[in-house]
């Protein structure tokens, strides 16, 4: 029987302390020397291994995977720190794109808004991203009130987004009632409003209620308050209908479709601003001539818009500086960025060095990765942005090159340039665009534009001895506007043509009034001898002809060498006999006032 001693099972307890003495020098020399704790672990099982060895004794080298595993653990959190940086760059680098893209170095170019009211020049200040500043009123008549007659930065200076504007609005010097001039002659009703302080503008439109040469209608109204050398637009009947276009309804339409529905009938508006409380700001709260009225192509229509904001402070401080609109408050946010820095620790085996190079390489290659998404999307951005829809600055009564100015600084080119011949607007100054302001085109895209033009002197048709509807076609289709008058005459038939002014050959602008007399046949007892008028000024012809119980048409000739306001001719012609209260067609020098 085997003894006891020799049975490690049944091993003496007290053995136990040699053996773990003997078990724990190999470990303490491994903790010295790496390659000594291979050897002494190498040597141990074949020493001492014994299928029924207790396992409390044998643990120690069933520790070491736990130390392989140690690396891999260091390589995880280092990949995950990895991925956590790039996906930060990949944030902030995008972040800095997009800002760079929409905002970084943007400039526009200040829009030109002299001679423009408040509410209309802020509009065009919004859509280049600039803001209202401070708003100084001047006491003038050199403007209309409520006018802007000076800006600081001027045209066309280049500013960031957010710039303020400052302005000088003009202001009348006093508020006065506006008079009648309704059913009064052209001529009265200009010296009547000049008495008033006020500036008379004419304008024409087609009557067949309203005698020739006489106001049908008014803008301000009369008994209205209004200041001072602002305008007031009176429309003058030409008699009854000719071709022509026909004055939409406009009031209660916003002024962008007011401006376009006027383009659309070959009209132009010309604006003044009043306080109608009742309806929204930038309205059409009245007009002049009214709708349905017949008029000639390229006429003028007279619009009351009710303002944006309101005036009163224009009104009643007249030196002091005041802010153009109320204050805006800014939105600001911000945030405190945090960078966590993850260090990993320094593996104690070459699988763990292994395993580390890895993790590198995966995080070096994720923000490779990462770089190219966010390079794909700043040009993304950049690529959007080029497209991006941008809204149409106006440019009508611009001209050319300041139109240019303001469509370059909304990202926008000049198109097809067209030219319209007409007397209202100077020349070359913009009476209309396509697309119409306000509304959304595409970075890049182009806006046609049309150009007023002076239209060209033409001879003025020979129409003496044709009939009367003869007459009207011949120069409906030179392009001039005939207007008949009656005489007596006993060596022409009844209803033939007598004389007309300008006379035949003579240069005339195209598009204005040739007056013509129709024979009436012999004269009767109730006529009256038309008074000569030819060699004095019009204000002396003007009484001439109402002490002989006439009524005047004032024609002007704009290249005479004559001094303004000289009468140069008549029609009917002197001692002529006519009916009483016949028409007289007055040849006079000077440009229309």
Do not use: C
Not at 459 to 477: E, H, N, R
């Amino acid at each position: 029987m085997p003894d006891r001693h020799d049975i490690p099972y049944f091993s003496d307890p007290h053995a136990a302390p040699e053996r773990s003495g003997a078990a724990e020098e190999p470990a303490e020399d491994s903790e010295g020397n790496a390659e000594a704790e291979t050897a002494v672990a190498d040597a141990e099982p074949a020493a001492d291994a014994d299928p029924g060895a207790e396992p409390g004794t044998d643990a120690e080298p069933e520790a070491e995977p736990a130390a392989d595993a140690e690396p891999g653990a260091s390589s995880r959190r280092l990949r995950k720190a990895a991925l956590v940086a790039a996906g930060a760059v990949a944030i902030v680098v995008v972040v800095l794109g997009v800002w760079f893209a929409l905002y970084a170095h943007r400039q526009v170019v200040t829009p030109f808004i002299v001679g423009r009211t408040p509410f209309a020049a802020e509009r065009l200040l919004d859509a280049q991203g600039l803001v209202a500043g401070n708003a100084r009123v001047v006491a003038t008549t050199r403007f209309a009130p409520g006018l802007i007659m000076e800006q600081s930065p001027q045209t066309p200076t280049k500013l960031k987004p957010g710039t303020p504007v400052d302005v000088v609005v003009a202001t009348g010097t006093v508020e006065a009632t506006v008079p009648d001039t309704f059913l009064d002659v052209e001529k009265t009703a200009q010296q009547k409003l000049r008495f008033a302080l006020f500036v008379p503008i004419v304008i024409h439109a087609y009557s067949s209620q309203v005698d020739v040469g006489k106001i049908m209608s008014q803008l301000p109204r009369a008994g209205d308050m209004a200041f001072t050398g602002s305008p007031v637009f009176i429309v003058s009947s030409m008699g009854p209908g000719m071709p022509g276009v026909v004055a939409p309804s406009l009031i209660g339409k916003p002024r962008t479709v007011a401006a376009s529905l006027l383009a659309t009938e070959t009209l132009f508006p010309r604006d003044i601003t009043v306080d109608a409380p009742g309806l929204a700001p930038d309205t059409v709260a009245d007009q002049t001539p009214p709708a349905g009225t017949v008029m000639p192509v390229g006429a003028s229509v007279a619009l009351a818009i009710t303002p944006r904001y309101r005036l009163r402070r224009v009104r009643a401080t007249l030196s002091r500086d005041g802010d153009w609109a109320a204050a805006m408050s800014e939105p600001t946010s911000g945030s405190d960025r945090h960078h966590a820095n993850n260090g990993a620790q320094h593996a104690q085996s070459r699988v763990g060095d292994a395993k580390v190079r890895r993790g590198i390489g995966v995080g070096l290659i994720a923000i490779i990765v990462v770089g190219l998404i966010a390079l794909a999307g700043v040009i993304a951005v950049i690529v959007v942005m080029v497209r991006r829809p941008v809204t149409v600055p106006m440019v009508v009564m611009m001209d050319q090159s300041q139109a240019s100015a303001a469509l370059s600084g909304a990202h926008l080119r000049v198109g097809a340039v067209s030219h319209l011949a007409t007397a209202s607007v100077g020349a070359g100054f913009v009476v209309a665009q396509m697309p119409h302001a306000d509304t959304k085109s595409v970075v890049g895209s182009t806006v046609d534009l049309t150009l007023a033009e002076q239209p060209q002197p033409a001879p003025a048709p020979d129409v003496v001895g044709m009939t009367q509807s003869d007459a009207i076609a011949k120069l409906t289709s030179a392009q001039f506007v005939p207007v008949q008058y009656e005489q007596y005459s006993a060596t022409v038939t009844a209803g033939q043509v007598v004389g007309q002014l300008p006379a035949a050959q003579t240069p005339y602008v195209t598009g204005r009034r040739v007056v013509f007399s129709v024979s009436l046949g012999s004269p009767t007892a109730a006529s009256v001898t038309v008074p000569s008028l030819a060699g004095i000024d019009d204000l002396a012809a003007h009484e001439a002809l109402q002490s002989a119980g006439l009524v005047g048409l004032w024609l002007y000739n704009t290249v005479s060498t004559e001094p303004q306001g000289h009468v140069l001719d008549q029609l009917p012609r002197a001692g002529v006999r006519v009916p009483v209260g016949a028409r007289v067609a007055v040849w006079v020098a000077g440009q229309t006032p």
